[in-house]
């Protein structure tokens, strides 16, 4: 898994000088590929115990794959905000893993601060609640000496970013093995069509399209009356609020962006963009955009057109596309158009399924001690993602070391049911919806 060597695709910012300069405190092991051997290391026949953290459907898809690696794994743990989400995950894992799933009632953590718990019992731990919370668990993880699997995005703000690159620094000192859910990286389509653009099959590559237009997801799961507090409100809505998601486009659209950034081996250093929220107009929907438009602009000159939609009844597309300077790809179709046309065909029976790969090759890495820490480029591309958000809302041209060195912290005043939210409804129960160009939301934007 190799990160880029120069984040930015600047020749005279090598990734020292760029985590130095932008104030990202990162150990000399990240930079310098030092590692000091985890002492807890687990030997390939060991049996390796598992805890999921935020028991959605995103971690329990997680845990039943991290249980269908090969070797002996064993969930030991569970922590959720919410109960009722911790044993509706638990009865079907029980049911799909019935000799891998030993979590008594006293391995069963419920809160703000189960994830320390349900940390403190396994060798490797699973991180999927909202991205919100991401970094506070990651750093407690790697704190605790964990081997982690973590779900994109890993951050919604730039203060989280900069925890999650020093925190991963530190794992790599502690020989750390971390896997982030990105997993077109483990897609064969993806990994052999990248392969063949990074070997120049079209050329320089000049521009690209990124597009996550859809429908949009879940309608908000409870409503006022159903709930204790303001803060249970949106945890349990999460998806509609900055501080928990990040936006759909740091949400959603970070795996296409994410694309990109890896094909160039690079991310972009400046950007600017057009959003707004025409039908997602209800105070129920929170505080989110329902459009956004970003350009992208990498240090080469090239330009990466990124657009994401939650409209119904619009033109739609989860897709990645480049354009070279001999040729074009459709990325996410696997083809390459040029005077040597290719096309990925699949296996038959279809091709291994990235979630259940990305989570085979983590544990490979565990057992076997292969190097393996996707930390740092699920940071970077979660920021790429942020820098477009904080474009589209503020209207104005932002670069990244403005954006990575932001001091904008969505966090409320405490992780506790009777925290406030960074965003407090008015009397009418409606959010503030940026505007761009409004130079004093531009001041809680960047
Ligand atoms: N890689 C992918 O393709 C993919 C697909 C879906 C979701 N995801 C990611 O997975 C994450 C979870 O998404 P989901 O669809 O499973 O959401 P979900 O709402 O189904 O699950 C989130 C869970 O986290 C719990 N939770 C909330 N706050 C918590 C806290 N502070 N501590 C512990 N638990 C908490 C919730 O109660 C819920 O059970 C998101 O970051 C999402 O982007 C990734």
Known sequence: MNEPENPLGRPDVTRRSF???????????????????????AAGSDELKLALIGCGGRGSGAASQA??????????????????????????LRK???????????RQFVGFDAYKKA??????????TPPGFRPLHFEEAVRQGKHIFFEKPVAV?????????????EAKKKNLKIGVGLQRHHQIGYLETIKRLQDGAIGDIVSSRVYWNGNGVWEPRV???????????????????????????NEQHIHNIDVVNWIKNAYPVKAQGIGGREVRKHQRYGEIFDHHFVEFHYADGSIMYSQCRHQKGCWNSVSEHVQGTKGSCDVSGHMIRSSSPWRHKKGDGGDPNPYQVEHDDLFDAIRNNKEYNEAVRGAMSTMTAIMGRMATYSGVEIDWDKALNSKIDLSPSKYEWDGVPVSAPGPDGSYPIPVPGDPEWRKKII
């Open 19 to 41: 985590l130095q300069t932008s104030g990202v405190v990162a150990g000399a092991a990240l930079l310098g590929g030092l590692s000091i051997e985890r002492s807890a290391h």
């Open 67 to 92: 249980l269908s690696t090969e070797g002996k794994t064993k969930l030991v743990a569970m922590g959720d905000a919410f109960e009722d989400s911790l044993l509706n995950s638990l009865s079907g």
């Open 157 to 169: 703000d730039a203060p989280g970013i900069r925890k999650v690159l020093a925190a991963a620094a």
């Open 223 to 249: 409503t006022r009356d159903k709930v204790k507090n303001e803060m249970e409100y949106q945890v349990r809505n999460w998806y509609y609020y900055n501080w928990l998601s990040g936006d759909h486009i």
């Open 96 to 106: 799909q893993h019935p000799d891998k799933v030993d979590v008594p009632p006293d």
């Open 119 to 128: 940390i403190a019992e396994a060798d490797v731990v699973i991180l999927a």
